[in-house]
């Protein structure tokens, strides 16, 4: 059996593609005898934030999904082989792999554009198919390498690179012939590591790397209110999808989280690219630079993928607690704000395809929807109340 490290998207968080620019995420100078908005400052001299409102909604509703998701199962299927070609499939997938395991590489979908199962052999595929089915569902494809003569590189250079922290997940990929890593570090990192070990890659061994960290971690008339931004010396390469709620606050310069039914404070230490800044009202934010959209305040309700573990041989884990002392310290990534959390543009282009409606008065009810079911969140009516689905919101 293959072993197979996946690298996984944040679903839950990411999107591919440009962002809209965002005026929240522009750094705000501040004056010498400023503080942040909803700061105090304690007798050391750091700050303490505990709460801060989250950023308005926009008037307007963001950019459509340039990733179309409409909730049409019937799209979805059409996607794929019907059920009747996959059960064929399958079975001629271990009568070939049974029979010429050197040569097979396995089967997979593909969509020219119809969605048909294509069989890959390392040469002569169609001669190969055609020995065993005319089938107009399936297709044959040359090329690759059978994943058992894959497997060795991926368990080899596995061992070699985690004792250093370089790599978070991979996968052997035998239709490209390929053992592909996802690194935690940027290429002129592993550079630093791979010549003291005197490493040489062999060619099917291919390593996808981090762009380099951001540098500046605070925005620099800031870092007078803290005893320091802990950040993370590596990046995930796997990122865990369940969504964790919580709120990262300022205590006497340590930053902690707090969290619903969890007693304590503890330390946090953020994603290495995470900076502090200000946003133009002037409350402390964490944002990521290469995000422009992803500008959370501290103190505010905010959500981020997790569990992300905590390796103390971390440079960052090191430095936190020299300067916050001992505990248990969570890993909050880049949080994104709750109320920010809501907004999904495929969702408001669903409700207006369904609706018939501009995405404006789409976006216009889903944002009377939320600022409903934050009123019974206030009022603890919830339970008293019946819930409302604001991706699909009684317009009123």
């Known amino acids: 059996m293959n072993r197979l490290c996946f690298a996984l998207p944040l679903l839950l968080f990411a999107c591919s593609g440009s962002r809209p620019r ?42 459509p999904d340039q990733n179309q998701r409409f909730d049409d199962p019937a799209a979805i299927e059409r996607m794929n082989p019907d059920q009747a070609a996959s059960a064929a ?3 001629l997938d271990r009568r070939i792999a049974k029979a010429d395991p050197d040569n097979y590489v396995g089967v997979r979908i593909v969509r020219d554009p119809e969605p048909r199962f294509a069989f890959q052999f390392r040469r002569d595929a ?88 951001n540098p500046r971690s605070i925005q620099p008339d800031l870092a007078r209110f803290v005893r320091l931004v802990p950040r993370e010396d590596r990046s995930p390469a796997i990122i865990h999808t369940a969504a964790i709620f919580g709120r990262v606050i300022l205590r006497n310069g340590c930053f902690r989280v707090l969290q619903p039914d969890t007693s304590g404070e503890p330390l946090v230490i953020f994603d290495r690219d995470a900076e502090i800044a200000l946003d133009r009202d002037g409350y402390m934010v964490v944002r990521d630079p290469r995000a422009v959209d992803r500008v959370t305040r501290i103190g505010d309700r905010m959500v981020w993928s997790g569990p992300l573990g905590v390796d103390e041989r971390s440079v960052g884990v090191q430095q936190l607690r020299t300067r916050c002392g001992a505990g248990p ?10 109320q920010q959390f809501r907004v999904r543009a495929w969702a408001i282009d669903n409700l207006a395809r369904r609706r018939g409606i501009s995405r404006q008065a789409a976006w216009n009810a889903m944002r009377a929807c939320w600022s409903r079911e934050d009123a019974r969140d206030r009022n603890r009516t919830s339970a008293q109340t019946a819930f409302e689905d604001c991706d699909d919101p009684v317009v009123r």
């Open 22 to 63: 965002n005026a929240e995420a522009q750094s705000v100078p501040t004056p010498a005898a400023a503080i942040p908005k909803g700061a105090t400052l304690d007798a050391s001299g750091f700050a303490t934030i505990l709460s801060a409102p989250p950023v308005p909604y926009s008037d307007t509703p963001p950019p």
């Open 89 to 91: 499939a399958m079975a």
């Open 126 to 213: 169609a001669a190969l198919l055609s020995r065993y089915t005319r089938d107009p569902r399936f297709t044959a494809v040359d090329g690759g390498v059978p994943a058992r003569e894959l497997q060795p590189i991926f368990d080899d250079w596995w061992k070699r690179f985690e004792p250093y922290r370089l790599v978070g997940g991979g996968s052997i990929e035998q239709f490209d012939g390929v053992v592909g890593f996802d690194m935690n570090v940027d290429e002129a990192e592993y550079r630093k590591v791979a010549a003291a070990q005197g490493w040489s890659l062999p060619d099917r061994l291919k390593l996808r790397f981090r762009p380099p960290a």
């Open 329 to 338: 310290i969570v890993s909050v990534g880049v949080p994104q704000s709750s």
